[in-house]
């Protein structure tokens, strides 16, 4: 039987057989799929992908609705209520127009 030391010498030279034999298999299969891609004049958008995502839009800031007359801090009405407006009456502190 054979000791930790050989087995676990015999399980890196594995994985370092393994890890190349990929690498091998991976350069292999890539350079075949370009052969194919410049035989057939394939495109990346033929093939299912995306040359460039479209960015989501921006969203334009809302206006402020309300204005705390104290610091002239503003706020949309959307969110978190500001500490300045949290249990007031809200009407006095609407921006007119």
């Given amino acids: 039987m054979a000791t930790y030391k050989q087995l676990t010498a015999q399980l890196e030279k ?3 057989e393994v890890a190349a034999a990929r690498e091998k298999e991976v350069a292999d299969a ?7 891609i410049a035989e057939y004049g394939l495109t990346a958008e033929e093939l299912g ?3 460039v995502r ?5 969203k334009a800031a809302l206006p402020a609705k309300y204005r ?3 610091t002239g801090e503003t706020w949309s009405g959307r969110g978190r209520t500001p500490a300045w407006l949290a249990g007031k009456n ?5 921006i007119e127009g």
Wanted: proline residues 8%; without cysteine; positive net charge.
């Fill in 14 to 16: 594995l994985q370092s």
């Fill in 30 to 36: 890539i350079a075949e799929i370009k052969a194919k």
């Fill in 49 to 51: 992908f995306r040359t």
């Fill in 54 to 58: 479209p960015k989501a839009a921006k």
């Fill in 68 to 70: 705390n007359p104290k």
């Fill in 90 to 94: 809200k009407e006095r502190f609407l």
